[in-house]
């Protein structure tokens, strides 16, 4: 028992150095993660109660604490690159070393901790959120919105609340132009015929 623990640990523990940037020995991690399989007894219980939980756990509360830093210096599309550039290399990560199975619930987890915990933050950003990104037309940043959040169950949801409201304030202002302008259309015509235009005036003048 102690064993696997402390070739969970150890894993953990590489793959959090990967994770920064470090260069790790892959060749030793692969092995490390064979031998926990020999110890399992290729039992899939075990490696999900002995291993994958923690690793979950762990990668749950390592991108917490990265949401936590990036939603304060990062603009809403900086950050979505930082997201979509960690997943990608969650993906890569089990590829290389873990179980298949474990893909689906590393990115879930990824997700969950970057994206739908942080999802209000990021579409109010004062000067680079989804209202912005649609005043700006920046296309680019908002299909990529659209791409991470259409794979989470009601991602698309609190897009879809900016959406409408953006709709709703861009046809209000639409209305009070219109109406402004056809009431100085009004009052230009009724100033042109009380003949106090400053043309009309040069024109009577003697």
């Given at each position: 028992?102690e064993?696997?623990?402390?070739?969970?640990?150890?894993v953990?523990?590489?793959?959090?150095?990967?994770?920064?940037?470090?260069?790790?020995?892959?060749?030793?991690?692969?092995?490390?993660?064979?031998?926990?399989?020999?110890?399992?007894?290729?039992?899939m219980?075990?490696?999900?109660n002995?291993?994958?939980?923690?690793?979950?756990?762990?990668?749950?509360?390592?991108?917490?604490?990265?949401?936590?830093?990036?939603?304060?210096?990062?603009?809403?599309?900086?950050?979505?690159?930082?997201?979509?550039?960690?997943?990608?290399?969650?993906?890569?990560?089990?590829?290389?070393?873990?179980?298949?199975?474990?893909?689906?619930?590393?990115?879930?987890?990824?997700?969950?901790?970057?994206?739908?915990?942080?999802?209000?933050?990021?579409?109010?950003?004062?000067?680079?959120?989804?209202?912005?990104?649609?005043?700006?037309?920046?296309?680019d940043?908002?299909?990529?919105?659209?791409r991470?959040?259409?794979?989470?169950?009601?991602?698309?949801?609190?897009?879809?609340?900016?959406?409408?409201?953006?709709?709703?304030?861009?046809?209000?202002?639409?209305?009070?132009?219109?109406?402004?302008?056809?009431?100085?259309?009004?009052?230009?015509?009724?100033?042109?015929?009380?003949?106090s235009?400053?043309?009309?005036?040069?024109?009577?003048?003697?």
């Amino acid at each position: 028992m102690e064993v696997r623990a402390n070739a969970s640990k150890a894993v953990i523990t590489i793959v959090d150095k990967e994770r920064e940037g470090e260069q790790i020995d892959r060749s030793l991690l692969k092995n490390i993660l064979d031998i926990f399989v020999k110890i399992c007894m290729g039992d899939m219980k075990h490696y999900e109660n002995n291993f994958e939980v923690q690793m979950l756990e762990d990668t749950a509360d390592y991108y917490r604490s990265k949401a936590t830093i990036w939603i304060e210096s990062d603009s809403f599309p900086d950050y979505m690159l930082k997201a979509e550039d960690c997943l990608r290399r969650e993906k890569e990560i089990v590829s290389r070393y873990l179980h298949a199975s474990t893909e689906q619930k590393l990115v879930e987890k990824v997700q969950h901790e970057l994206l739908v915990n942080r999802a209000n933050q990021l579409l109010e950003k004062e000067h680079s959120g989804c209202r912005a990104l649609l005043r700006d037309d920046k296309v680019d940043d908002l299909s990529r919105m659209y791409r991470r959040n259409h794979k989470i169950p009601k991602g698309l949801d609190p897009v879809a609340n900016v959406f409408k409201q953006h709709i709703t304030d861009e046809g209000t202002t639409l209305v009070q132009l219109a109406e402004e302008s056809s009431c100085n259309q009004k009052n230009y015509k009724r100033f042109w015929r009380s003949g106090s235009s400053p043309c009309q005036k040069i024109h009577r003048a003697p």
